[in-house]
């Protein structure tokens, strides 16, 4: 069974405008992390924003911000204000305690912004 | 730049011959951890490495894959008789250990930092 789903292959959006990105997981570790990284078409992975699973609070990070919802098991990627830099893959991945530190992650999700 | 090196970043090679590939994690880290993204899909964990020690190589196939983090010098991921279905992208990760930022669910927590990723194209 898929432990990271992000349903959207593909999205177009309008610069300036905000970006919700999906992500659904399954665990039933009560530890666990929630991690999304950006792939620009040069190919590096970056990362941009962390929520453990028992913060209290959606963790933010400038333009980025994670909509964590704990009992439906998703953690959304939202990009307010989006900029044509953001095109790129963006990756949601899970960290559980018991899995060695492995990243299990989910297939992607191909963001393009249209000027 | 103190980043995470990897290199080459492309390599081509026939079937049959052996790539490898090489990562010197960030200044200060101790643990690194290789992934393969194959085209259109996400990474999936190979191996976890701490210097001279295999912590966990779940994820690598059993034949033809090995790797090392000897004690001086950068991981290295080696690929003997390499077959078509092994091209793919190779990115390592490390993250630093011991207490550092440590919290009680994971003793090295925070991002993985991760290198710019090595091409591999098997003819």
């Known amino acids: 069974a898929q432990k990271i789903t992000q349903t959207q292959p593909g999205m177009f959006v309008q610069e300036k405008e905000a970006v919700t990105l999906d992500c659904t997981y399954d665990?039933?570790?009560?530890?666990?992390?929630l991690f999304w990284y950006k792939q620009p078409s040069s190919g590096e992975m970056i990362f941009l924003i962390y929520?453990?699973?028992?913060d209290q609070q959606n963790a933010t990070e400038g333009r980025y911000s994670l909509n964590f919802q704990k009992a439906r098991k998703s953690a959304n990627l939202v990009i307010s204000a989006s900029q044509l830099g953001d095109s790129a893959m963006y990756f949601c991945?899970?960290?559980?305690?018991?899995?060695?530190?492995?990243?299990?992650w989910g297939a992607g999700t191909k963001l393009i912004i249209k000027p | 730049n103190a980043g995470v090196m990897q290199n080459p970043r492309h390599l081509v090679r026939r079937r049959g011959q052996e790539a490898r590939l090489r990562c010197s994690p960030m200044?200060?880290?101790?643990?690194v951890y290789w992934y393969r993204q194959l085209p259109e899909e996400g990474l999936k964990f190979m191996v976890y490495?701490?210097?001279?020690?295999?912590?966990?190589e779940s994820g690598m196939p059993k034949e033809r894959f090995s790797a090392e983090f000897p004690k001086e010098g950068p991981s290295i991921l080696r690929i003997q008789q390499v077959v078509r279905g092994d091209s793919a992208a190779y990115f390592c990760?490390?993250?630093?250990?011991?207490?550092?930022?440590?919290?009680?669910?994971?003793?090295?927590?925070?991002?993985?930092?991760f290198g710019e990723g090595s091409r591999l194209t098997v003819l």
């Open positions: 990760a490390s993250s630093p250990g011991g207490d550092n930022g440590a919290s009680r669910e994971f003793p090295n927590t925070g991002e993985l930092f």
């Open positions: 200044k200060g880290h101790s643990h």
């Open positions: 490495l701490q210097k001279e020690n295999i912590i966990d």
């Open positions: 665990t039933s570790d009560p530890s666990y992390g």
């Open positions: 929520q453990g699973s028992y």
């Open positions: 991945a899970m960290r559980e305690s018991y899995s060695n530190y492995q990243l299990i």
